[in-house]
C-alpha cells in the first residue's frame, strides 16, 4: 500500500479513537466560504500547535451540513468567516444571518447554467472563482475541508504544507444523466477529473455506510491504492424541537422539489390510505390531510415542473382537496409542521444519507421510509418507524398502523427521539469533526 494510502488510513481510525483527547486541545481559528451554491469555511492563522486555518467547499443540497459544521466549530471557539458566490437572505439558512458567522459573498455574476445545460462546468467555474478570491487574500491555510466539488483541490493543493480533508456527499458522476452520445462525451473528462481531484485529498469522510460502499464501487481506482472513506454522519439540532403540540392526522412529506426525491409516493400511497376509510370505524380518515413542503426555487425548471406534477397527481387521484404543498418554508414554518403532524413520510430511493428522518425523529415524530440507502442506518424499523417497499401499498400499510393505534404513533416517537440524541446530535458531529480536522493537522505537524 502506497504511503498516502496509508496515512489516509490512519486519519481516519485515528480520528474517533483520539476524540477525547482533541476536544481538549486549544481552538483554532476559522474561516468559512463557498463554491455553485455551496459554503467554503477557512481560517486566518498565526502561530503553531493546534489549525489555524481551514477552508470548506460545498455545492447544491447538502449546505444544511456546512452550516452545522460552520456552527459547531465556532462552538468550539473558531473564528469563522463565509464565502459564498450566492447568498439569498430570503431563502437562507437562519444561521448564516444570526451574526455568528459574518458571509461574504463572491463570483455571483457567473452563470449557474447557460440555457439550462452544462451546469457542472458552470458550477466548476463558480467554484474555483471563489477557491481563487480565497487563495488571493488568505495565500496558507493549515487545513482545508472540501465540501463536494474536488475540482477545486488541486488549486488549494498550491497552499505548501496544507492537509485537505474532502467530504463526499455522493459521487456526481453518479447524479448526472449519461443518456445520449453527447452527454457522455460531455460528461468523461468531468468525470475523469472527479476522480483524480477527489484522490488527491489526504483524508475522505462521507455522510452513510450506503455512500462508503458506493464510493468504493464507482472510485475502483481509489479503492484499488487503499483509499478507503470514513463515515461522519451529518446531524440534526435536537434542541430546536420541543415536545409536539398534537399528533393530528397529517402526514407530513418534507424534501425539495425535485423528481428523484418520489414525492409522488406520498401522494398515491396517501390516496391509497383514504381509499380504505370504510375499513376503519368512525370517519377517523376523512379527517386525514397529506402536506408537502420543501425547498423550491422558481429559478430552476425542475422545481417549477415537479409541483405543477404533483399538483395534477393529487386532482388525479382524488385527494386535491386534503393536499397541501408549501414551497420554502421557515424553519420555524417546518418545525410547526413537524410538531402537529402524525409522521412523516421520506420517500426518496437509495437515498446518500436524508437529514429529514433525523428531523421529523428529534421532533418525536415516528418516520415512514423507503428500505434502502442512507435511512436503512438511521430509521430503526418498528422502533422509531418502519422502512417500507416504495410501493404505495407499503406505504399506506405503515401509515394506517399509526391511524389505527394512537398510542403505537406516540411510543415510536419518543423512541426516535431518544434515538436521534444518543447518535445523531449536533454536538455528536461537532465533536467529531473536529477531531478528524485536529487529528489531520496533527498529522501534519509529525
Known amino acids: 500500500?502506497?504511503?498516502?494510502?496509508?496515512?489516509?488510513?490512519?486519519?481516519?481510525?485515528?480520528?474517533?479513537a483520539r476524540w477525547e483527547e482533541a476536544l481538549s486541545w486549544p481552538a483554532a481559528s476559522l474561516v468559512a466560504g463557498s463554491g455553485k451554491e455551496g459554503w467554503a469555511c477557512a481560517s486566518a492563522s498565526g502561530h503553531h500547535g493546534p489549525p489555524q486555518q481551514l477552508l470548506i467547499f460545498c455545492i447544491g443540497g447538502a449546505e444544511r451540513l456546512i452550516v452545522d459544521a460552520a456552527c459547531q466549530l465556532a462552538a468550539h471557539d473558531h473564528d469563522v468567516h463565509v464565502f459564498t458566490s450566492h447568498h439569498d437572505k430570503k431563502r437562507c439558512f437562519e444561521e448564516t444571518l444570526s451574526g455568528l458567522f459574518p458571509v461574504t459573498v463572491h463570483g455571483d455574476f457567473l452563470p449557474r447554467h447557460v440555457f439550462y445545460r452544462f451546469h457542472a462546468v458552470c458550477a466548476y467555474l463558480r467554484c474555483i472563482f471563489v477557491a481563487l478570491c480565497v487563495l488571493l487574500r488568505w495565500p496558507f491555510f493549515d487545513v482545508i475541508l472540501v465540501d463536494q466539488v474536488s475540482v477545486v483541490i488541486p488549486l488549494l493543493k498550491l497552499m505548501a504544507s496544507s492537509k485537505i480533508i474532502f467530504y463526499c456527499h455522493f459521487p456526481d458522476?453518479?447524479?448526472?444523466?449519461?443518456?445520449?452520445?453527447?452527454?457522455?462525451?460531455?460528461?468523461?473528462?468531468?468525470?475523469?477529473?472527479?476522480?483524480?481531484?477527489?484522490g488527491m485529498a489526504d483524508l475522505i469522510l462521507v455522510n452513510s455506510k450506503f455512500t462508503a460502499a458506493t464510493f468504493a464501487r464507482t472510485f475502483s481506482g481509489l479503492h484499488a491504492r487503499g483509499i478507503e472513506p470514513g463515515v461522519l454522519y451529518p446531524a440534526v439540532s435536537v434542541e430546536q424541537f420541543h415536545e409536539p403540540h398534537a399528533y393530528k392526522l397529517n402526514f407530513l412529506s418534507i424534501n425539495r422539489f425535485e423528481r428523484k426525491?418520489?414525492?409522488?409516493?406520498?401522494?398515491?400511497?396517501?390516496?391509497?390510505?383514504?381509499?380504505?376509510?370504510?375499513?376503519?370505524?368512525?370517519?377517523?380518515?376523512?379527517?386525514a390531510t397529506l402536506t408537502v413542503a420543501g425547498g423550491y426555487d422558481k429559478r430552476l425548471k425542475e422545481n417549477v415542473e415537479y409541483l405543477e406534477e404533483l399538483k395534477r397527481?393529487?386532482?388525479?387521484?382524488?385527494?386535491?382537496?386534503?393536499?397541501?404543498?408549501?414551497?420554502?418554508?421557515?424553519?420555524?414554518?417546518?418545525?410547526?409542521?413537524?410538531?402537529?403532524?402524525?409522521?412523516?413520510?421520506?420517500?426518496?430511493?437509495?437515498?446518500?444519507?436524508?437529514?429529514?428522518?433525523?428531523?421529523?425523529?428529534?421532533?418525536h415524530k415516528p418516520v415512514?421510509?423507503?428500505?434502502?440507502?442512507?435511512?436503512?442506518?438511521?430509521?430503526?424499523?418498528?422502533?422509531?418507524?418502519?422502512?417500507?417497499?416504495?410501493?404505495?401499498?407499503?406505504?399506506s400499510k405503515a401509515m394506517l398502523k399509526l391511524v389505527n393505534d394512537h398510542d403505537l404513533a406516540v411510543r415510536l416517537g419518543e423512541q426516535a427521539r431518544d434515538h436521534v440524541v444518543q447518535k445523531f446530535s449536533t454536538k455528536t458531529f461537532g465533536d467529531l469533526l473536529n477531531s478528524y480536522v485536529l487529528n489531520i493537522y496533527h498529522e501534519r505537524m509529525e
Not at 447524479?175 to 452520445?181: G, N, Y
Not at 393529487?314 to 393536499?323: C, H, K, P, R, W
Not at 402537529?340 to 437529514?355: R, S
Not at 423507503?370 to 435511512?375: D, L, V
Request: glycine share 6%.
Open 1 to 16: 500500500m502506497r504511503a498516502g494510502a496509508a496515512a489516509r488510513r490512519k486519519a481516519r481510525e485515528a480520528g474517533a
Open 173 to 198: 458522476l453518479l447524479l448526472a444523466q449519461h443518456t445520449s452520445l453527447l452527454r457522455r462525451l460531455y460528461r468523461k473528462p468531468i468525470d475523469m477529473i472527479e476522480e483524480i481531484t477527489t
Open 261 to 287: 426525491k418520489n414525492l409522488d409516493l406520498a401522494i398515491s400511497a396517501f390516496a391509497l390510505l383514504r381509499s380504505a376509510a370504510w375499513t376503519i370505524p368512525g370517519d377517523a380518515l376523512q379527517e
Open 313 to 363: 397527481l393529487a386532482l388525479t387521484e382524488g385527494v386535491s382537496g386534503q393536499v397541501k404543498f408549501v414551497t420554502s418554508c421557515s424553519t420555524s414554518e417546518r418545525n410547526e409542521l413537524l410538531s402537529n403532524c402524525l409522521c412523516v413520510l421520506y420517500t426518496p430511493k437509495d437515498e446518500h444519507f436524508g437529514i429529514v428522518p433525523l428531523e421529523a425523529m428529534a421532533a
Open 368 to 395: 415512514i421510509a423507503c428500505n434502502s440507502g442512507g435511512p436503512v442506518e438511521t430509521v430503526v424499523n418498528e422502533v422509531t418507524g418502519f422502512l417500507c417497499d416504495p410501493s404505495p401499498a407499503e406505504f
